[in-house]
């Protein structure tokens, strides 16, 4: 199986020089010549969104940079994003409480962009005790239904947890149940 490594750039500020040293930090601190999908960790209201992928979409011409992936973005966002360089990821939060991004999930659907959830298990806790299945691998269960674009990467401290999350894919939630959720 491959392993994908990503990492971001511009949590506090998304100014091109500002993100051309946590690039280069981020280079270091790997010890890789490429990373395969970087993202710009939200948009930045000082700077226009082009500003700051321009600088990402320099990296990925050189080689440097394989995918390019935005968070915490909107419909428009990501269209504005595509003008720049390819968007290969989305990554919003999205789980059982908040759904505010189903528009943007049907868009990365249509478009081929994997949608990456974040806090993909915050929210009530499911029970589907028929499923025999804890209340987070319903979640998961709930998220890759929604959607084939869906990527949930859920963390976990510990192996057991890690096994638990992947057991999730052995789950295939009725559609009632489904809308239930």
């Given at each position: 199986?491959?392993?994908?490594?990503?990492?971001?750039?511009?949590?506090?500020?998304?100014?091109p020089e500002t993100l051309r040293a946590e690039l280069e930090q981020s280079f270091a601190s790997l010890g890789v010549e490429q990373i395969e999908l970087y993202y710009l960790h939200r948009v930045d209201p000082e700077v226009p969104l082009e500003e700051s992928l321009g600088v990402i979409a320099e990296y990925r011409d050189e080689g440097r940079i394989a995918h390019v992936g935005i968070s915490k973005v909107t419909v428009e966002e990501i269209e504005r994003a595509r003008e720049v360089v390819p968007i290969a990821a989305v990554q919003n939060e999205y789980n059982l409480a908040a759904r505010g991004d189903d528009d943007v999930i049907s868009y990365c659907e249509r478009e081929g962009i994997v949608f990456v959830p974040y806090y993909p298990l915050a929210g009530d806790s499911p029970s589907c005790a028929e499923y025999g299945a804890t209340p987070r691998q319903i979640a998961l269960a709930w998220l890759l239904k929604r959607s084939p674009a869906m990527l949930p990467i859920p963390g976990t401290l510990s192996v057991e947890h890690l096994r638990e999350n992947v057991a999730a894919l052995e789950i295939e939630l009725s559609d009632e149940d489904f809308e239930r959720l």
């Amino acid at each position: 199986d491959d392993v994908v490594v990503a990492t971001k750039g511009g949590f506090r500020e998304a100014k091109p020089e500002t993100l051309r040293a946590e690039l280069e930090q981020s280079f270091a601190s790997l010890g890789v010549e490429q990373i395969e999908l970087y993202y710009l960790h939200r948009v930045d209201p000082e700077v226009p969104l082009e500003e700051s992928l321009g600088v990402i979409a320099e990296y990925r011409d050189e080689g440097r940079i394989a995918h390019v992936g935005i968070s915490k973005v909107t419909v428009e966002e990501i269209e504005r994003a595509r003008e720049v360089v390819p968007i290969a990821a989305v990554q919003n939060e999205y789980n059982l409480a908040a759904r505010g991004d189903d528009d943007v999930i049907s868009y990365c659907e249509r478009e081929g962009i994997v949608f990456v959830p974040y806090y993909p298990l915050a929210g009530d806790s499911p029970s589907c005790a028929e499923y025999g299945a804890t209340p987070r691998q319903i979640a998961l269960a709930w998220l890759l239904k929604r959607s084939p674009a869906m990527l949930p990467i859920p963390g976990t401290l510990s192996v057991e947890h890690l096994r638990e999350n992947v057991a999730a894919l052995e789950i295939e939630l009725s559609d009632e149940d489904f809308e239930r959720l």
